[in-house]
């Protein structure tokens, strides 16, 4: 973030502010500040972590084919996850997901936190919230991840999937049911 006349803005690339200018912004620059973003989202979308990087490389070469047609008004990051929403739903159909799902034991996050309870009480929370939203169908589960967890506006969202403004409120009222359902179910089950 800058500071500009006691103003505080957001970086048009970086934290998916609206853009204070209609020029596209260059590759690198949205690579250098949301590659880590790309990740994130990407993993909450249901990406296993050995192909997360593949898959955000993925990604990445879509960024640089339709850079030159990103509108430079609007914020990146909902952009950026409209593309991460169909590369994670084209890997979910795919054989490799769903032979390699039943296989997948869930590692534990890395966390440099001293505190080796600290650790596992975030390692329990992190797999809990993963575990519901593998509950979601790709669909509710891009619409809740955008807004509930990232922040983004609802016509932003629907904007970046490319779907009716009613229908992202309605998928995220069914995500966020669906989601609460199963944490409970889960802590339930836990027990």
Do not use: C
């Not at 500071?3 to 260059?26: C, F, I, K, M, Y």
């Not at 590759?27 to 296993?48: I, K, M, P, Q, T």
């Not at 967890?149 to 009613?166: H, Y």
């Amino acid at each position: 973030m800058t500071e500009t006349n006691g103003d505080l803005q957001r970086s048009s690339v970086g934290l998916g502010a609206a853009a204070s200018t209609t020029e596209t912004p260059h590759f690198a620059d949205v690579y250098r500040e949301n590659a880590g973003y790309v990740l994130h989202s990407l993993r909450r979308l249901g990406v296993h972590d050995r192909d997360l990087e593949d898959l955000a490389h993925d990604l990445f070469i879509v960024v640089a084919r339709k850079l030159d047609e990103f509108d430079g008004s609007r914020a990146v990051r909902p952009w950026l996850f409209g593309i991460a929403f169909r590369v994670a739903l084209d890997y979910r159909r795919s054989a490799r997901f769903r032979r390699e799902q039943l296989e997948d034991v869930p590692g534990d996050p890395v966390d440099m936190r001293p505190a080796a309870d600290e650790q596992l009480e975030v390692a329990q929370k992190q797999r809990l919230v993963l575990a519901a939203l593998d509950t979601l169908r790709i669909e509710q589960r891009a619409v809740f991840v955008m807004h509930d967890l990232d922040g983004t506006r609802v016509p932003e969202i629907a904007t970046a999937l490319g779907i009716p403004l009613n229908t992202a409120y309605s998928r995220l009222r069914l995500a966020r049911d669906q989601f609460a359902s199963a944490v409970r179910e889960l802590k339930r089950s836990d027990r």
